[in-house]
């Protein structure tokens, strides 16, 4: 861990280490820095901590990240990174001013430790906590009155036999702290057999149940905050799933005005209430009964990364923005249509990066590829196309995603 030091002390050049060391008995001095004092610590291993930091470069400022290996998508953009586990975060907010934090993997306690010690953790902890903490963060939902699945603490069998007894067939078993990347947190359960299955298999994680939503179509909103409550809001976002994975993401939604306003408007109190800090993303399921709060997420989100291209500021950008209390970018969008199509692998395992001339063919969609090994699931990038048409545009798109994982478009 990094020698204590104040936020307010002076650090820079100034600070040198010296050291002697004798060898071949002759004296040799080794003059090295200590490490600079950061403005912008980033606990994170994925694009999501990839895209923030690029961000933070275009407005010259070099962050110092956590990341987990070298192989890291965050890891290989960064210049100024510790490799280490999660947990060495006590070391980085002593070398940073803001510390934001990209991943669940952190220990609540630590941060919670952190904070009570005068440290700048953003979002802050009541955020984390609640965007952590499935359970938590349900409850503090349904205490403002807000929408959301019936749900319940899943301690024993007999607590899912209870739950489909009066809900019924299918139950959602969610994890109720997110795992690693590639871990599943979800899954949507016919019957009894199987729901204990998902039980053994994910012994020793906590989870909980949750009455299945007839869905009409899934909606996002994305928002940054800074400290003393100013608010930008991003359009709604509609977000289409495929084999339970976020797949492609179209703005405007296709839902009236007064949907995407109660949308946003539900969302900026949400922030309100948890006093958040950065951006904040607030997933909605719309059923015919009106909308209802699945999720909250406190960073920059999937369904934001089309606003790199699709609005005058990136949610990466803002996020840094917010965090570091500065003035906020405008959040309107850019162009009539927008559309991202995650770039997921498949089992042929084909690495879109070999693809890369073929995508950058379709002429109007921007590539964004994260650096990671393929493997099947895994989101190895994005593509967004801007236009004045949502179907031209999201054909383009469709375009683009094929040529990276070399396969024809699949219309
Ligand atoms: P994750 O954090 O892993 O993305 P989510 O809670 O967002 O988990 O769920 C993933 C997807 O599973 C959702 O986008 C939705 O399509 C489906 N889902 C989640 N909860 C429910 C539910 N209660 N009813 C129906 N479908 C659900």
């Given at each position: 861990m990094a020698a204590h030091r104040r936020r307010s002390e002076p650090v820079g050049p100034e600070a040198v280490e010296t050291r002697s060391l004798h060898a071949l008995g002759s004296s040799v001095t080794i003059v090295s820095e200590m490490p600079t004092l950061s403005p912008l610590g980033i606990v994170g291993v994925g694009q999501i901590a990839r895209m923030t930091q690029q961000a933070a470069l275009k407005l010259g400022i070099q962050p110092r990240l956590l990341v987990e290996g070298l192989d890291d998508s965050a890891a290989q953009a960064a210049a100024d990174r510790v490799i280490a586990h999660p947990d060495a975060v006590a070391g980085l907010v002593e070398e940073c001013g803001v510390v934001t934090v990209e991943h669940e993997r952190v220990d609540i306690g630590l941060l919670q430790a952190l904070e009570d010690a005068g440290h700048c953790i953003r979002p802050g902890i009541k955020t984390i906590r609640a965007a952590f903490d499935k359970i938590h963060q349900r409850r503090i939902l349904l205490n403002r009155s807000l929408p959301v699945p019936v749900f319940a603490e899943l301690n024993s069998a007999d607590d899912l036999i209870d739950f489909a007894t009066v809900f019924g067939w299918p139950v959602v078993i969610k994890s109720v702290r997110a795992g690693a990347a590639a871990d599943r947190n979800v899954w949507i359960v016919e019957s009894r057999a199987e729901g204990l299955r998902v039980m053994s298999e994910q012994a020793g994680r906590p989870l909980m149940a949750e009455n299945f939503q007839p869905i009409v179509t899934e909606l996002v909103v994305i928002l940054a905050r800074r400290p003393g409550g100013n608010i930008r809001v991003y359009p709604v976002v509609e977000s289409i799933q495929k084999d339970g994975q976020r797949h492609v993401m179209r703005s405007p939604a296709s839902v009236g005005r007064e949907i995407a306003n109660e949308a946003r408007a539900m969302a900026s109190s949400i922030a309100e209430h948890l006093d958040a800090v950065g951006v904040l993303a607030v997933e909605f399921f719309l059923t015919n009964d009106g909308l209802i709060v699945n999720e909250i997420a406190a960073r920059p989100h999937?369904?934001?990364?089309?606003?790199?291209?699709?609005?005058?500021?990136?949610q990466f950008e803002n996020h840094v923005r917010a965090v570091l209390d500065l003035p906020l970018g405008p959040t309107w969008a850019t162009h009539s249509a927008i559309v991202t199509r995650n770039v997921i692998g498949g089992i042929d395992r084909v690495d879109p990066a070999q693809n890369l001339a073929d995508a950058l063919a379709v002429e109007g969609v921007s590539v964004h590829l994260y650096g990671k090994m393929a493997a099947p699931g895994r989101k190895l990038g994005h593509v967004t196309a801007v236009g004045d048409d949502l179907d031209q545009v999201d054909e383009m798109a469709m375009r683009a995603e094929a040529a990276l994982l070399g396969r024809r478009p699949s219309w």
């Amino acid at each position: 861990m990094a020698a204590h030091r104040r936020r307010s002390e002076p650090v820079g050049p100034e600070a040198v280490e010296t050291r002697s060391l004798h060898a071949l008995g002759s004296s040799v001095t080794i003059v090295s820095e200590m490490p600079t004092l950061s403005p912008l610590g980033i606990v994170g291993v994925g694009q999501i901590a990839r895209m923030t930091q690029q961000a933070a470069l275009k407005l010259g400022i070099q962050p110092r990240l956590l990341v987990e290996g070298l192989d890291d998508s965050a890891a290989q953009a960064a210049a100024d990174r510790v490799i280490a586990h999660p947990d060495a975060v006590a070391g980085l907010v002593e070398e940073c001013g803001v510390v934001t934090v990209e991943h669940e993997r952190v220990d609540i306690g630590l941060l919670q430790a952190l904070e009570d010690a005068g440290h700048c953790i953003r979002p802050g902890i009541k955020t984390i906590r609640a965007a952590f903490d499935k359970i938590h963060q349900r409850r503090i939902l349904l205490n403002r009155s807000l929408p959301v699945p019936v749900f319940a603490e899943l301690n024993s069998a007999d607590d899912l036999i209870d739950f489909a007894t009066v809900f019924g067939w299918p139950v959602v078993i969610k994890s109720v702290r997110a795992g690693a990347a590639a871990d599943r947190n979800v899954w949507i359960v016919e019957s009894r057999a199987e729901g204990l299955r998902v039980m053994s298999e994910q012994a020793g994680r906590p989870l909980m149940a949750e009455n299945f939503q007839p869905i009409v179509t899934e909606l996002v909103v994305i928002l940054a905050r800074r400290p003393g409550g100013n608010i930008r809001v991003y359009p709604v976002v509609e977000s289409i799933q495929k084999d339970g994975q976020r797949h492609v993401m179209r703005s405007p939604a296709s839902v009236g005005r007064e949907i995407a306003n109660e949308a946003r408007a539900m969302a900026s109190s949400i922030a309100e209430h948890l006093d958040a800090v950065g951006v904040l993303a607030v997933e909605f399921f719309l059923t015919n009964d009106g909308l209802i709060v699945n999720e909250i997420a406190a960073r920059p989100h999937n369904a934001g990364h089309m606003f790199i291209e699709g609005s005058p500021t990136s949610q990466f950008e803002n996020h840094v923005r917010a965090v570091l209390d500065l003035p906020l970018g405008p959040t309107w969008a850019t162009h009539s249509a927008i559309v991202t199509r995650n770039v997921i692998g498949g089992i042929d395992r084909v690495d879109p990066a070999q693809n890369l001339a073929d995508a950058l063919a379709v002429e109007g969609v921007s590539v964004h590829l994260y650096g990671k090994m393929a493997a099947p699931g895994r989101k190895l990038g994005h593509v967004t196309a801007v236009g004045d048409d949502l179907d031209q545009v999201d054909e383009m798109a469709m375009r683009a995603e094929a040529a990276l994982l070399g396969r024809r478009p699949s219309w």
